[in-house]
């Protein structure tokens, strides 16, 4: 798991130098990618649900990604779009176009489903720490 973990760290972290993030920033963005990906695999084992893994993990890299903006004071999407690097299903929509590719429409149904809930559940925790956070802000 550790190796999994500084793997999703490090990822994040190089995908932030090609995305030309600040080098000041640069190790928030790696710590946005663990996180997300320390929460969906703790999520992942306790629920074996790769879709709600997805799901919490990408809420907790959207609060992450929030507090840090607003302590950084940086715009949130330099620290939410790196750290969302590990948790997009590019794995299963690699394997639904394969599977289409052998004739297997049933697993290629299978992973394209699949990989539509998991890009879902991802945008429905970003809209959902985004819009909770709008009220938070109005009130102050």
């Known amino acids: 798991m550790i190796v999994k973990l500084f793997s999703a760290f490090f990822a994040t972290l190089f995908f932030s130098i090609i995305f030309n993030i600040s080098k000041y920033e640069l190790i928030y963005c790696g710590i946005s990618g663990f996180l997300g990906w320390l929460s969906y695999l703790l999520t992942f084992n306790l629920t074996s649900s790769v879709v709600f893994a997805a799901f919490i993990g990408a809420l907790m890299i959207s609060l992450y990604s929030r507090l840090l903006a607003k ?61 909770f956070s709008l009220f938070q802000f109005k009130r102050s």
Not at 91 to 105: L, N, P, Q, R, S
């Open 71 to 131: 302590i950084r004071k940086t715009p949130v999407t330099i620290f939410s779009i790196s750290g969302m690097i590990p948790l997009v299903p590019g794995a299963g929509m690699y394997k639904t176009v394969y599977y289409i590719i052998e004739e297997d429409y049933a697993l290629s149904t299978h992973y394209g489903i699949e990989s539509l809930q998991i890009a879902g559940a991802i945008a429905i925790a970003i809209i959902l720490v985004s819009s």
